[in-house]
């Protein structure tokens, strides 16, 4: 089954394990997707540096040459505090609301060590504003409350990480801060209009649109007043209507996370994939952890289908293909290299981190 001709609109995940699987393999071979990425289950833990990178060296060689290509994202989340998958040395940042004066310093030390891991690109920063106390997945993840505020650090992580030519990926859009529920569990409702998003939630998403972001990321939630059909995920109305339109983003757009509880029943057909892309979204997420990643082979095959008819391949493929390959384009793929002890050192003196912290199991 070659599925190729859509790897450009695919981000995979891989089995929670530290080589490849011969499933990983067989997905990887057959869809060529554009990006993977790694979760604290890929990277071996407890064991000393060296050779965990040397296994982190031989794991991406592996996953580039199953996916047959010479260029694609190899992605983590790398957030800092709760959020982390990587193991020691690799600094564990406190959470970002605690980063106000030095956000762009963060930045670009998690983006030096980051490609030191072979990684060029990290799904941060949050550019959520935590306005809900009782908010299950946000909370100190965010830069603050304050959406100037969130903008302003958003802009400085983005242009500290840039520098290190890793890329960011602003998430949520259009909003996870005023949540009362964990996507990752069901679908978070916010009854909020295009009126009250432009006065707040786009603020911080202007600013990363302004300052360069080449890539963000849309969140599991349903805004009824905006569209009663289809939450973010799927909705032309917020990611054309808001994010391009509005906004004037000319980015590529990925999914969160399909295999969260959130879209159990949104992707359950392959039509599902092409109303994905019909509604201005460039990449499709799909990881391990909440569902088979199987699941993949029939949304893409979807979207390959669809691409007999003419209206369709032109009028949405071709230009999300062309957004991706001009990111592919400026992308940098790093070697896995050995940092200096007093590389680390100094990476944690920038946030006065002692010691390590409890990282999330994905």
Same mark, same amino acid.
């Given at each position: 089954?070659?599925?190729?001709?859509?790897?450009?609109?695919?981000?995979?995940?891989?089995? =929670?394990?530290?080589?490849?699987?011969? $499933?990983?393999?067989?997905?990887?071979?057959?869809?060529?997707?554009?990006?993977?990425?790694?979760?604290?289950?890929?990277?071996?833990?407890?064991?000393?540096?060296?050779?965990?990178?040397?296994?982190?060296?031989?794991?991406?060689?592996?996953?580039?040459?199953?996916?047959?290509?010479?260029?694609?994202?190899?992605?983590?989340?790398? #957030?800092?505090?709760?959020?982390?998958?990587?193991?020691?040395?690799?600094?564990?940042?406190?959470?970002?609301?605690?980063?106000?004066? $030095?956000?762009?310093?963060?930045?670009?030390?998690?983006?030096?060590?980051?490609?030191?891991?072979?990684?060029?690109?990290?799904?941060?920063?949050?550019?959520?504003?935590?306005?809900?106390?009782?908010?299950?997945?946000?909370?100190?993840?965010?830069?603050?409350?304050?959406?100037?505020?969130?903008?302003?650090?958003?802009?400085?992580?983005?242009?500290?990480?840039?520098? #290190?030519?890793?890329?960011?990926?602003? $998430?949520?859009?259009?909003?996870?801060?005023?949540?009362?529920?964990?996507?990752?569990?069901?679908?978070?409702?916010?009854?909020?209009? $295009?009126?009250?998003?432009?006065?707040? #939630?786009?603020? =911080?998403?202007?600013?990363?649109?302004?300052?360069?972001?080449?890539?963000?990321?849309?969140?599991?939630?349903?805004? =009824?007043?905006?569209?009663?059909?289809? =939450?973010?995920?799927?909705?032309?109305?917020?990611?054309?209507?808001?994010?391009?339109?509005?906004?004037?983003?000319?980015?590529?757009?990925?999914?969160?996370?399909?295999?969260?509880?959130?879209?159990?029943?949104?992707?359950?057909?392959?039509?599902?994939?092409?109303?994905?892309?019909?509604?201005?979204?460039?990449?499709?997420?799909?990881?391990?952890?909440?569902?088979?990643?199987?699941?993949?082979?029939?949304?893409?095959?979807?979207?390959?289908?669809?691409?007999?008819?003419?209206?369709?391949?032109?009028?949405?493929?071709?230009?999300?293909?062309?957004?991706?390959?001009?990111?592919?384009?400026?992308?940098?793929?790093?070697?896995?290299?050995?940092?200096?002890?007093?590389?680390?050192?100094?990476?944690?003196?920038?946030?006065?981190?002692?010691?390590?912290?409890?990282?999330?199991?994905?």
């Amino acid at each position: 089954m070659d599925l190729s001709e859509v790897g450009n609109h695919v981000f995979l995940g891989l089995q =929670p394990e530290t080589t490849l699987s011969d $499933k990983d393999k067989r997905l990887l071979n057959a869809v060529s997707p554009a990006g993977v990425i790694l979760f604290k289950s890929n990277f071996i833990h407890g064991s000393d540096y060296e050779a965990w990178l040397d296994n982190q060296r031989r794991l991406i060689i592996d996953i580039k040459a199953a996916a047959g290509r010479d260029k694609m994202f190899i992605a983590t989340d790398h #957030e800092g505090a709760r959020v982390c998958r990587t193991p020691p040395p690799v600094t564990r940042f406190k959470s970002a609301s605690e980063w106000a004066p $030095k956000a762009r310093q963060i930045g670009a030390a998690m983006g030096n060590e980051l490609a030191s891991l072979g990684i060029n690109m990290n799904f941060a920063p949050v550019m959520d504003i935590h306005t809900n106390p009782d908010n299950p997945v946000i909370g100190t993840r965010a830069f603050g409350s304050v959406p100037d505020l969130v903008g302003a650090c958003g802009e400085e992580f983005i242009n500290g990480i840039h520098s #290190e030519n890793v890329w960011a990926c602003a $998430k949520h859009f259009p909003g996870h801060g005023d949540t009362d529920v964990d996507s990752h569990y069901d679908l978070p409702t916010l009854n909020l209009s $295009k009126e009250d998003l432009t006065a707040r #939630e786009l603020i =911080p998403f202007k600013k990363a649109v302004d300052c360069g972001i080449r890539i963000i990321m849309t969140g599991h939630i349903l805004y =009824p007043q905006i569209d009663p059909d289809y =939450p973010a995920t799927l909705s032309p109305k917020i990611t054309t209507g808001l994010l391009r339109q509005q906004l004037g983003y000319q980015g590529v757009v990925v999914s969160d996370d399909i295999g969260m509880h959130a879209m159990d029943r949104y992707f359950d057909t392959p039509a599902a994939a092409c109303n994905f892309l019909m509604a201005g979204n460039d990449m499709l997420m799909i990881c391990a952890h909440f569902t088979d990643t199987d699941r993949i082979l029939g949304l893409a095959s979807g979207m390959k289908d669809a691409l007999k008819d003419d209206a369709f391949r032109q009028q949405v493929h071709e230009p999300s293909v062309t957004r991706v390959d001009q990111l592919l384009t400026d992308t940098t793929m790093h070697d896995v290299t050995i940092l200096p002890a007093e590389q680390f050192v100094a990476h944690a003196q920038i946030d006065g981190v002692h010691g390590d912290q409890t990282a999330e199991v994905m």
